[in-house]
T-cell receptor, first 114, second 115 residues
Framework: AQSVTQPDIHITVSEGASLELRCNYS??????LFWYVQSPGQGLQLLLK??????LVQGIKGFEAEFKRSQSSFNLRKPSVHWSDAAEYFC????????????FGPGTSLSVIP | KAGVTQTPRYLIKTRGQQVTLSCSPI?????VSWYQQTPGQGLQFLFE???????NKGNFPGRFSGRQFSNSRSEMNVSTLELGDSALYLC??????????????FGEGSRLTVL
């Protein structure tokens, strides 16, 4: 079965600093990879996705992620963090069985210091 | 276009009771997935429905069940509630097939507290 790990449970950054959230996956073929964000009291929102092609993908809110097959990673980055980016971030992969199933990582909680 | 609507948003039940949660997907979305979110276990997949058929099921006991209606609205039911069932239950709707594969649209969730 496919799985997703996010090594960092919690990260704190200063506003204006750069951000990188780590994600590793286990999957035999080319995976379908996603980053979702959950603000307090809200459901999840898709930030970006990777299916194939260019390994650097751009998302909403100024986020980008890079797929590295050799490292089985799909790290999320943002050059300058805003206070409103404080949220829970989930990496996800589609498990390609008979029907697609989205499997989420454990999440990384981001705090932003003003 | 209206988003995914979940009702009720909050509810409190006691052990042994049962609960039914409702989810109205985005218009045109025929796939509805349910997830349980807890601080300890994170986001756990419950099941997915498409065209009134359960296509995928997670590793939850039979007390957790669901169904989907012809208008794609979905309900999930938990019987004989246990304290450990306290969680945020999230519903997500989606289109099926590339390029929409894996793109889930979530509701705000139903927060269940079991006393």
């Amino acid at each position: 079965a496919q799985s997703v790990t996010q090594p960092d449970i919690h990260i704190t950054v200063s506003e204006g600093a750069s951000l990188e959230l780590r994600c590793n996956y286990s999957y035999g073929a080319t995976p379908y990879l996603f980053w979702y964000v959950q603000s307090p009291g809200q459901g999840l929102q898709l930030l970006l996705k990777y299916f194939s092609g260019d390994t650097l993908v751009q998302g909403i809110k100024g986020f980008e992620a890079e797929f590295k097959r050799s490292q089985s990673s799909f790290n999320l980055r943002k050059p300058s963090v805003h206070w409103s980016d404080a949220a829970e971030y989930f990496c996800a992969v589609v498990e390609k069985t008979s029907y697609d199933k989205v499997i989420f990582g454990p999440g990384t909680s981001l705090s932003v210091i003003p | 276009k209206a988003g995914v609507t979940q009702t009720p948003r909050y509810l409190i039940k006691t052990r042994g009771q049962q609960v039914t949660l409702s989810c109205s997907p985005i218009s045109g979305h025929r796939s509805v997935s349910w997830y349980q979110q807890t601080p300890g276990q994170g986001l756990q997949f419950l099941f997915e429905y498409f065209s009134e058929t359960q296509r995928n099921k997670g590793n939850f006991p039979g007390r957790f069940s669901g169904r989907q209606f012809s208008n794609s609205r979905s309900e999930m039911n938990v019987s004989t509630l246990e304290l450990g069932d306290s969680a945020l239950y999230l519903c997500a709707s989606s289109l099926v097939g590339d390029p929409d594969t894996g793109e889930l649209f979530f509701g705000e969730g139903s927060r269940l507290t079991v006393l």
